[in-house]
């Protein structure tokens, strides 16, 4: 089982530019959820999604766009990339009994 | 804001001792969950432990609720050189399924 795959593993952008970090599950999870780690640090919500075309914000949604148009996939935008947005991403799907997340290996962006 | 903390930060142990990581909460939460982390990965699910529930286990893995408190304990005992990671609690909320809130983690080190 792929479980949750994330899409690219590395990208260095200029700031100013603009991206699309890629997520996908195979496990029929309704929820799913993005987050950001910076270095030393725990995990911070972005966004958040509950079912197909219900996106919500998380805690440092500033920056970052989703859409939710399948239940498999939970694209993240940034719009106008900033070197405050260099960090390590994660994406998650939820089991909605129980709240466990399963996460991708992460997307690791680097803006210069 | 976090709402878990993890203490201590670091911690560095022998091969064959136990470790043990507190986790302290703000808010009344549904369930209470431990990740691992290995340096560059992504997130690994250990245990869930519900509100209702004081203590579980699993192989080597001890982990304790106080909802009083509002706090958890990991315990892992017989550590491993493969242990090396860090750990993070997150906690999950009825109303938010898939919008766990995670803490700073503390990193562990086994030396063999």
């Known amino acids: 089982n792929a479980g949750v795959t994330q899409t690219p593993k590395f990208q260095v952008l200029k700031t100013g530019q603009s991206m699309t970090l890629q997520c996908a599950q195979d496990?029929?999870?309704?929820?799913m959820s993005w987050y950001r780690q910076d270095p030393g640090m725990g995990l911070r919500l972005i966004h958040y999604s509950v079912g197909a075309g219900i996106t919500d914000q998380g805690e440092v949604p500033n920056g970052y766009n989703v859409s939710r148009s399948t239940t498999e996939d939970f694209p993240l935008r940034l719009l106008s990339a900033a070197p405050s947005q260099t960090s390590v991403y994660f994406c998650?799907?939820?089991?909605?009994?129980?709240?466990?997340?399963?996460f991708g290996e992460g997307s690791r962006l680097t803006v210069l | 804001s976090q709402q878990g903390e993890e203490d201590p930060q670091a911690l560095s142990i022998q091969e064959g001792e136990n470790a043990t990581m507190n986790c302290s909460y703000k808010t009344s939460i549904n369930n209470l969950q431990w990740y691992r982390q290995n340096s560059g990965r992504g997130l690994v699910h250990l245990i869930l432990i519900r509100s209702n529930e004081r203590e579980k286990h699993s192989g080597r893995l001890r982990v304790t609720l106080d909802t009083s408190k509002k706090s958890s304990s990991l315990l892992i005992t017989a550590s491993r050189a493969a242990d090396t990671a860090s750990y993070f609690c997150a906690t999950g909320h009825n109303t938010n399924a898939g919008k766990s809130t995670f803490g700073d983690g503390t990193t562990l080190t086994v030396k063999p």
């Open positions: 496990m029929n999870h309704e929820y």
């Open positions: 998650a799907s939820t089991v909605r009994d129980t709240g466990e997340l399963f």
